[in-house]
């Protein structure tokens, strides 16, 4: 069954501090993978995806099909980075999304 | 374009009452997506479709809840009768199938049924 794991419900980090955002999956076939992103009030947006293998505000995520995770990491946390994070899966060649439960992401001065 | 538009952006209802929400997704998007966000579940699919046809449905809760797409730019979530634990932020999502993917949510429309 498809399944994202967020285990982290809030993470709370000091400005300049690495962090790391976990997300583990599952699912039976090849899966695309993305982070959304929702900062205070304002829409969940895409922050980044698998298949671009970019990196976004400083974020990046490596999908790592033999741990099935797609974690999300940033050298040095901003303030601005307080946000809700979700990670998201859909089937490829499927449109249907999957989400994970989110995590609070508190970056402290 | 403006994106994906939900109304309304905020309702309180009270219990046993029925309760609409309305979606408009981005112009020449295929596929439309109710979503409900709580702090304990975070973000549920409840129901999606594809060319306005209803694909899963699997995610509703129970038969007081029901949504239509009459046509491709236009999608409603009904509640009847609602209930305190219905009490929600409810986003509309839209995207094009086997484009980049990508859903483009709306602002959502926060729910409290007391």
């Known amino acids: 069954a498809q399944r994202v794991t967020q285990p982290e419900k809030l993470l709370s980090v000091f400005k300049g501090a690495p962090v790391e955002l976990k997300c583990n999956y599952s699912y039976s076939g090849s899966p695309e993978l993305f982070w959304y992103v929702q900062y205070s009030r304002q829409r969940l947006q895409l922050l980044l995806r698998?298949?671009s293998r970019e990196s976004i505000k400083g974020f990046t995520a490596d999908l790592n099909k033999g741990e099935t995770s797609f974690h999300l990491k940033k050298p040095f946390a901003q303030e601005e980075d307080s946000a809700m994070y979700y990670c998201?899966?859909?089937?490829?060649?499927?449109?249907?999304?999957?989400f994970g439960s989110g995590t609070k992401l508190n970056v402290k001065p | 374009d403006a994106g994906v538009i939900q109304s309304p952006r905020h309702e309180v209802t009270e219990m046993g009452q029925e309760v609409t929400l309305r979606c408009k997704p981005i112009s020449g998007h295929n596929s439309l997506f109710w979503y409900r966000q709580t702090m304990m579940r975070g973000l549920e699919l409840l129901i999606y479709f594809n060319n306005n046809v209803p694909i899963d449905d699997s995610g509703m809760p129970e038969d007081r809840f029901s949504a239509k797409m009459p046509n491709a730019s236009f999608s409603t979530l009904k509640i009847q009768p609602s209930e305190p634990r219905d009490s929600a932020v409810y986003f509309c999502?839209?995207?094009?199938?086997?484009?980049?993917?990508?859903?483009?949510f709306g602002e959502g429309s926060r729910l409290t049924v007391l």
């Open positions: 998201a899966l859909k089937g490829m060649g499927f449109n249907k999304f999957y």
């Open positions: 698998h298949i």
């Open positions: 999502a839209s995207s094009l199938e086997g484009f980049t993917g990508e859903l483009f």
